[in-house]
Antibody
Framework: EVQLVESGGGLVQPGGSLRLSCAASAFPFNMYSMTWVRQAPGKGLEWVSYISSRSGTTFYADSVKGRFTISRDDAKKSLYLQMNSLRVEDTAVYYC???????????WGQGTTVAVSS | DIQMTQSPSSVSASVGDRVTITCRASQGFSGYLAWYQQKPGKAPKLLIYAASSLQSAVPSRFTGSGSGTDFTLTINRLQPEDFATYYCQQSNTFPLTFGGGTRVEIK
């Protein structure tokens, strides 16, 4: 079964760091662009970051630029999101998402919860 | 940035009704528009990609249309399992952006 499983969420103080991981299975991970999408409690969906297949070109939302870093390890079939200088407003469920060639998220993980609070 | 404005923000409907949700983009583009369904506590599910292509295993009562700045998701013959929140998303340019969501509620 094609699957994405996130891990690494938790409770962290403002200014702290977390590293999210996403393990992919049952598809050729290296051939797909990947993205992170988050959803704050009771709010809508917000795109966070993107990484292309092969070249590893990256893009970030302005709200996380300079604080978050997306990366991938194709050998381990894994996607990562290093989150530094966390803010209260980063509190959300973070989803790992596979993009199809049209840029649509066709496979989503179950989400991992990040809570930033003192 | 391309802003995606979804309307209505919520709609009350009955089983068997037709529901239409609109997404308006602040800049025109063609093709790179997706629609998702999300139920409480669950990850979103892709329904439509490339504005009008039905994702595998999604019922044919879901249809997408539009280009330029105006896109539409239509749910024909609403079923009990369709009560959820729906989002549009453009992937024409970065940053990728989502509409604010439309909650489809039971009348």
């Amino acid at each position: 079964e094609v699957q994405l499983v996130e891990s690494g969420g938790g409770l962290v103080q403002p200014g702290g760091s977390l590293r999210l991981s996403c393990a992919a299975s049952a598809f050729p991970f290296n051939m797909y662009s990947m993205t992170w999408v988050r959803q704050a409690p009771g709010k809508g969906l917000e795109w966070v970051s993107y990484i292309s297949s092969r070249s590893g070109t990256t893009f970030y939302a302005d709200s996380v630029k300079g604080r978050f870093t997306i990366s991938r390890d194709d050998a381990k079939k894994s996607l990562y999101l290093q989150m530094n200088s966390l803010r209260v407003e980063d509190t959300a469920v973070y989803y790992c998402v596979r993009l199809n060639p049209h840029g649509a998220g066709d496979v989503w993980g179950q989400g991992t919860t990040v809570a930033v609070s003192s | 940035d391309i802003q995606m404005t979804q309307s209505p923000s919520s709609v009350s409907a009955s089983v068997g009704d037709r529901v239409t949700i609109t997404c308006r983009a602040s800049q025109g583009f063609s093709g790179y528009l997706a629609w998702y369904q999300q139920k409480p506590g669950k990850a979103p599910k892709l329904l439509i990609y490339a504005a009008s292509s039905l994702q595998s295993a999604v019922p044919s009562r879901f249809t997408g249309s539009g280009s330029g700045t105006d896109f539409t998701l239509t749910i024909n013959r609403l079923q009990p399992e369709d009560f959820a929140t729906y989002y549009c998303q453009q992937s024409n340019t970065f940053p990728l952006t989502f509409g604010g969501g439309t909650r489809v509620e039971i009348k």
